[in-house]
């Protein structure tokens, strides 16, 4: 937030890319906060250890599930428990949740005591960024400052079957039928029918394929398609992206989450 002390403490790296995001200056998908200068950088956690002496907990909750993984619409009430180094609990002050998403700051929750915690609330609307959310309480108090953190999931679940990726199976062929086949289910586990799911074939940030998954008759929740690699594209690694009309995330291979993007090889 001090973007010169930012630029003592870490230094800068302009380029990259991971086939879904670019690097740029500040934080960033790809190299995070950039390489540290340790100096620099250890007198800034000197700094903000002086000036942040409340200890902040923060949970999140909503009628929908116990597990903090939300679908759109669902009400999440932020719940964050602040006291001095003491034990003490603060019941006076400024505090206030911010919500940030892969893609970035989302908004700002107001926080009101209500006798033990500072409590506040918000509504996750469609269209907003999937994925994982960060939910950072920060505030202050008599002059005295804190922070505190939670990250939450936000979204349906998809999954690609198939095709099962590099190293995990042989690179993709050419000139060869491919299935690509997708699973999609609520939180709770119940098959999402009559969705919108498209899937997209990356190769350096560009798109050189996209098609549309059909959802499969009598077997609800899972959508498929097929596509073909021609003579001629270049060998190397290549990115499956697979959203749905509830928004876009990815994940890793071996995990159920909102999405998936999942590397690649061609030979």
Not at 141 to 162: A, F, K, P, R
Request: avoid cysteine; charge should be negative; aromatic fraction near 12%.
């Amino acid at each position: 937030m001090n973007s010169s002390l930012y630029d003592k403490a870490f230094h800068p790296i302009y380029q990259g890319f991971n086939g879904l995001y670019s690097s740029r200056n500040g934080y960033n998908m790809v190299t995070g906060l950039g390489s540290p200068n340790y100096g620099y950088l250890l007198a800034a956690f000197k700094e903000y250890e002086s000036l942040n002496q409340l200890e902040v907990s923060v949970s999140t909750f909503s009628s929908n599930s116990t597990y903090p993984w939300y679908p759109y619409n669902a009400t999440v009430k932020v719940v964050a428990y602040i006291s001095l180094e003491n034990g003490t609990i603060v019941d006076q002050g400024n505090f206030s949740a911010y919500i940030y998403t892969t893609s970035g700051f989302l908004r700002t929750v107001p926080l009101i005591f209500n006798g033990t915690y500072w409590n506040g609330e918000f509504t996750v609307s469609p269209g907003d960024p999937a994925n994982i959310w960060s939910v950072i309480v920060n505030g202050t108090s008599s002059g005295l400052g804190g922070v505190g953190q939670t990250d939450i999931d936000i979204g349906d679940s998809l999954v690609i079957v198939q095709p099962v990726p590099f190293p995990f199976s042989l690179p993709l062929p050419l000139n060869e039928p491919i299935p690509i086949q997708v699973q999609l289910t609520s939180i709770n586990g119940t098959p999402l029918s009559n969705m919108t799911v498209n899937a997209y074939l990356i190769r350096d940030g560009k798109t050189v394929l996209n098609l549309t998954l059909l959802q499969v008759p009598q077997q609800p929740g899972i959508y498929e398609n097929q596509f073909s690699l021609l003579p001629g594209m270049p060998q190397g690694t290549y990115l499956l992206v697979v959203n749905s009309s509830l928004g876009s995330a990815y994940t890793i291979p071996s995990t159920s989450a909102q999405r998936s993007m999942e590397p690649y090889t061609l030979q």
